[in-house]
């Protein structure tokens, strides 16, 4: 199950509830505003998401209420990228991280760190 969002001007990110409450604990811990969702690229496919915490906004991000206490910051020149993206927290071994699960990307690298989509 996922919470989504929607804001207007056409940019939707959901998080499970996993993800929602890990985001939470981060914040808090960073005394942050939120976090600020972009991607950059990278590796050998083309892009990499990149999370930061959000201390100032920047009046060009766009900005999903996610919880009261979770705020979503998405870079305003990643938002076609990552539009639709489901994001996850996930433990595999002894390792935790998010998880980005997005309709847009057509392929990803063999080690998972960059992915591709089709312009």
């Known amino acids: 199950m996922s919470v989504q969002t929607y804001v207007p001007g056409g940019v939707s990110v959901r998080m499970t509830p996993t993800a929602e409450q890990q985001a939470r ?23 990499m998401y990149v999370l930061d915490y959000v201390r100032d906004n920047n009046p060009q991000d766009k900005s999903i209420a996610i919880a ?3 705020t979503l910051f998405v870079d305003n020149g990643s938002v076609s990228i990552v539009n639709g993206t489901e994001i996850d927290y996930v433990t595999e071994g002894v390792n935790s991280f ?13 080690c998972g760190e960059s992915f591709t989509v089709n312009a």
């Not at 998010?98 to 063999?110: L, Q, S, V, Y």
């Open 25 to 47: 604990k981060e914040i808090r811990r960073e005394s942050a505003r939120g976090l600020r969702l972009a991607v950059k690229p990278s590796g050998c496919s083309g892009y």
């Open 68 to 70: 009261d206490d979770v």
């Open 98 to 110: 998010f998880k980005f699960r997005n309709p847009n990307a057509t392929g990803e690298c063999g």
